[in-house]
């Protein structure tokens, strides 16, 4: 079972949307994927459907005493091989509630350890808030994906999310590598090619060599249609997630690319 987390702490940089389109992606090649919304705001949520108000039981339950089970909060997508785990708008005020409360950092690595062999890969859509759910996403990870808007005053914010990554590796004592995503990128603006410059001057291998481009086919579904698996993407903004997808898989498993740089398994 692999876990990626997908943060950053700017907000509207595409989190949501790369985790539903990685997320697709590995369930077209047919691994058992599930989705957490760890955003209040719940947009992942909303994107399969989930209504607002009642609020489903989801990830607010594996903070409780004693936490609920992760699989009894699974829901199964129209997406074969895609479930997802409901974030609620209550979860906002989780940390101010759960002052006391001792070892919740850990609560969702504890969840997804109870969990192994259920799903092959888990995918954590975090909230632009350095916070209790965040830390709990990095604490849990394999792999930190930051996707970033490849414009000027992204770069800071990405700068942040990659110290934040490194102190939390330096605290759990296990590597978590990050994987940087240029999104929402216009190549014809000088500012969108200067900023990939420069993230690719400071963060290196880290950042993929690649963008997603802003496509309005993905603006305008808003996360709402997930086309069914076997259709080929359509647009070039899912294409590129199909092969930004294809270098964090290679990333996480270098030993298993073949020459053409495709993976061996699939
Ligand atoms: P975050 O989760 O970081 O807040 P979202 O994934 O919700 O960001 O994306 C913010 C907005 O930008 C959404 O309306 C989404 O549909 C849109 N968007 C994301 N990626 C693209 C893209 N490549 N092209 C066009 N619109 C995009
Ligand atoms: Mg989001």
Redesign the pocket.
Request: hydrophobic share 25%; aromatic share 0%.
């Given at each position: 079972m692999r876990i990626w987390a997908v943060a950053?702490q700017k907000?509207?940089?595409?989190?949501?949307?790369?985790t539903l389109a990685l997320g697709r992606g590995l369930a077209a090649l047919g691994h058992r994927v599930l989705l957490i919304d760890l955003d209040p705001h719940a947009?992942l949520s909303r994107a399969f459907g989930v209504p607002v108000d009642p609020p489903p039981a989801g990830v607010l339950e594996l903070f409780g005493a004693p936490p609920a089970d992760l699989s009894s909060l699974c829901h199964a997508s129209s997406i074969h091989g895609l479930d997802y785990v409901c974030a609620q708008s209550a979860l906002a005020t989780l940390e101010r509630r759960s002052a006391n409360q001792p070892g919740l950092g850990l609560a969702l690595q504890n969840a997804l350890a109870r969990h192994q062999g259920q799903h092959d890969y888990i995918l954590l859509d975090c909230a632009?808030t350095l916070g209790l759910l965040m830390i709990n996403a990095l604490a849990a990870a394999d792999r930190l994906i930051i996707?970033t808007q490849a414009e000027p005053l992204a770069l800071h914010g990405l700068d942040g999310m990659v110290r934040t990554g490194e102190m939390v590796e330096r605290s759990r004592r296990r590597p978590l590598p990050i994987s940087i995503l240029p999104?929402?990128f216009d190549r014809r603006t000088r500012a969108g090619n200067e900023s990939l410059r420069t993230m690719q001057d400071r963060h290196g291998s880290r950042v993929w060599e690649d963008a997603?481009?802003?496509?309005?086919r993905?603006?305008n579904a808003?996360?709402l249609t997930l086309p069914s698996v076997g259709e080929d993407y359509p647009g070039r903004?899912l294409a590129a997630y199909r092969r930004a997808l294809n270098w964090i898989l290679g990333e996480d498993a270098p030993g298993r690319m073949n020459s053409t740089g495709v993976l061996d398994d699939y």
């Open positions: 950053n907000g509207g940089v595409g989190k949501t949307t790369t947009s632009p996707p999104t929402l997603i481009p802003i496509d309005t993905i603006s808003a996360g903004g």
